[in-house]
């Protein structure tokens, strides 16, 4: 089974940027579609952003819009996620995964292969 692997998380000013790579085990995954979720303390896990196969339709959460950037290397089976303008509320670890459907504006935490890996922590604070 095709295991994605999260990093590039850390802790952040507010004010200041992370890239996210979302890295597959093998090959194979130019042949879905991705999405990045995040789980904040005592919160649930919400949808923050996703992109198709071919890596031409983008969907952002409102939290994020015009501050990340989601984006694939088919080549090198990853996904990243480019995020600026980080505030506090940011902070939550953050997972990728395949999905089940294509990208599009209903996508959600119940519509992915396989389970949660262990994520990365992004911590945004003064």
């Known amino acids: 089974q095709l295991q994605l692997v999260e990093s590039g998380g850390g802790l952040v000013h507010p004010g200041g940027s992370l890239r996210l790579s979302c890295a597959a085990s093998?090959?194979?995954?130019?042949?879905?579609?991705v999405g990045w979720f995040r789980q904040a303390p005592g919160k649930g896990r919400e949808g923050v952003s996703c992109?198709?196969?071919?890596?031409?339709?983008?969907i952002y959460a409102d939290a994020v819009k015009g501050r990340f950037t989601i984006s694939r290397d088919n080549g090198k089976n990853t996904v990243y996620l480019q995020m600026n303008s980080l505030k506090p509320e940011d902070t939550a670890v953050y997972h990728c995964?395949?999905?089940?459907?294509?990208?599009?504006?209903?996508?959600?935490?119940?519509?992915?292969?396989?389970?949660w890996g262990q994520g990365t922590q992004v911590t945004v604070s003064s």
């Open positions: 093998g090959s194979g995954l130019e042949y879905y579609a």
């Open positions: 995964a395949r999905l089940k459907r294509n990208c599009d504006g209903d996508y959600s935490a119940g519509d992915i292969f396989g389970s």
């Open positions: 992109i198709n196969t071919g890596g031409g339709r983008t």
